[in-house]
């Protein structure tokens, strides 16, 4: 079942540009005419006639106006129900051997020329409903793919070919798949073709744009979890400094201690009382500064707890050499460590070594060998899931985009991993004496976000709309200088504050610290 890479993350080219366009529509056959002749409702019907390679199943329906319900993407599977979606038609299908895919298409007057797919979260296994709705409210054709297998399943983990189907190849083929419905039922195909997802979703978009360059004009990729393996087996790292036997040694009131303690000596760094730390580097807090002179106290905290502290911020490191593995969280979020540091390992990497690497169901988590194990991690699945390749040339010079943000109070991934990748691609595809940064802006942005937990949340301003910044940047040629970003508080704006392009920084100039025309962006 293992499969042993040669040369991890090495980028796979397979062009999807105008010459498979024209095969995608060629193979679709002609619902697009037939969405010409008559209404949209025959020409969604029609759909489920097309022959596309490997499709063992497709099903179109039209969906009237009003009110839609579906599963959210959850354990707990708890029914939506969405009051006002406009009419469209729902395309299901199947990819051999089992990748599900939904496509959405609005009616022809209510598209607006763009195709927007979207991305999963954790292990996937669910169509991301809650995703599309908004799209196709927006006049988007969407999509969306449970990636080759059911949330509820986790047999899969010990299959190859579906891990491969998770790693990548489900996507794509849901992408190429959309492409030619989207274009028979239109009669063409979209004016700009967009990929959004976070989490999961983040690692999907970066895999597109490594594997399959020609396949987006515009990426957005958050929070990713494209250090799959590192990912997970720092969150063990985390988890056994925290608890190395029974449970958690550092309690709800020990992180806030701690979080109080790290704002108050570095939350004014970048010249702003305002509770999150511009940039969680500059911050050299030592947890040693809590530890109790003698005895135990609330107040304080106790050698052991000191110490776990200290692994979470390091990250992983090889026992034998001393080699720093990958980072740990950083300084800020220490109010969030709970789902990573609390009771038990997390649940995806304990799932994914027990079943992808080691292959036994009782494997106990507390044995990862930092030394051993690493090697066997990646040569385990390495190469179907780690989405690391910093060669983005073909990426480039397809004229695509990209933008990729990261919270700094990110609790299950790591964001200055995420800041490693985006300076190896610099490197990589880049010159000069700033590491190559400034020509790699020209097509790739990496935006941090201070105070952001994982995706969403936290103390600092967090929804934003980094959609509409790269549709800006593709269809206008307006590279984004600042993303405003909001907080969100009982449904009330309270701040907003730019997020600036990596390496800037937003630099307070004056005014108002809870409106974003106070600061500018700036190294």
């Known amino acids: 079942m293992r499969t042993i ?53 497709l099903e179109a329906e039209s969906v009237p106006a009003g009110p839609f319900s579906y599963t959210a993407q959850s354990f707990s599977g708890q029914r939506q129900v969405v009051n006002d979606l406009p009419a469209f038609c729902r395309v299901r299908g199947i990819v051999d051997p089992a990748i599900n895919f939904e496509v959405w298409l609005p009616e022809p007057d209510a598209w607006n020329g763009r195709f927007q797919a979207v991305g999963g979260g954790g292990f996937a296994g669910v169509i991301s409903y809650g995703a599309m709705v908004p799209n196709i409210q927006a006049g988007y054709v969407t999509a969306s793919t449970d990636t080759g297998h059911v949330a509820s399943d986790l047999e899969w983990l010990h299959d190859e070919g579906l891990l491969r189907d998770y790693g990548y190849r489900a996507i794509n083929e849901m992408t190429s798949k959309s492409k030619a419905i989207l274009s028979s039922f239109f009669g063409r195909p979209a004016d700009y073709n967009y990929f959004n ?3 999961t979703g983040g690692r999907q978009g970066l895999m597109q744009a490594q594997r399959f360059p020609d396949d987006y004009d515009g990426i ?4 990713p979890v494209n250090h799959f393996v590192a990912t997970h087996y720092t969150q063990l790292w985390i988890a056994l400094a925290a608890k190395p036997v029974g449970d ?3 309690t709800p009131p020990d992180l806030s201690m701690l979080n109080s303690a790290v704002l108050a000596q570095c939350d004014t760094i970048d010249g702003v009382e305002d509770g999150v730390i511009e940039d969680p ?65 997390a649940p995806i990497a304990d799932e994914y070594f027990s079943r992808s690497v080691f292959d036994d169901a009782d494997w106990d988590w507390r044995t990862f060998d930092y030394d051993a194990d690493i090697e066997r991690s990646y ?13 983005l040339g073909e990426f480039r010079d397809a004229g695509n985009k990209l933008i990729l943000y990261h919270g ?44 952001m937990q994982h995706c ?49 920084t937003a630099q307070y100039v004056g005014g108002d610290t809870d409106q974003a025309e106070s600061f500018a962006c700036s190294q």
């Not at 385990?380 to 060669?391: F, H, I, N």
């Not at 000069?432 to 020509?439: A, F």
């Open 248 to 250: 958690t040694m550092l």
């Open 281 to 345: 580097r500059m911050c050299t807090f030592d947890p040693g500064t809590l530890q109790c002179s003698s005895g135990a106290s609330s107040q304080c905290l106790n050698a052991e707890q000191v110490e776990a502290v200290r692994k979470i911020y390091a990250g992983p490191s090889n026992p034998r050499t001393g080699e720093q593995l990958h980072p740990g969280l950083a300084p800020g979020g220490e109010l969030s460590w709970l789902l990573v540091a609390g009771s038990g390992a």
């Open 456 to 504: 969403r949340g936290g103390p600092g301003p967090s929804q934003f709309d980094a959609q509409a910044a790269i549709e800006a940047w593709v269809e206008q040629g307006i590279a984004p200088d600042r993303i405003e970003a909001s907080l969100v508080e009982d449904g009330a704006v309270t701040r907003t504050r730019p997020l600036c392009p990596y390496p800037e």
């Open 197 to 199: 997802g976070c989490s």
């Open 5 to 57: 890479i040669s040369a991890l993350g090495a980028a796979i080219a397979l062009s999807l540009g105008a010459q498979a366009a024209q095969a995608q529509e060629a193979e679709a056959g002609s619902v697009g005419s037939a969405g010409l002749a008559g209404s949209a409702g025959s020409a969604c019907e029609a759909i489920a006639d097309l022959k596309l390679s490997e499709v063992i199943s």
């Open 220 to 223: 957005v990729s958050g929070a």
């Open 379 to 391: 040569e385990a699945s390495g190469e179907a899931l780690v989405a690391t390749d910093p060669d």
């Open 408 to 451: 700094w109070s990110d609790q299950v991934i790591f964001p200055e991993g995420t800041i490693d990748y985006y300076e190896r691609v610099a490197a990589t595809v880049g010159s000069g004496s700033d590491g190559g940064i400034g020509e790699t802006r020209d097509f790739f942005r990496l935006f941090m976000a201070p105070g």
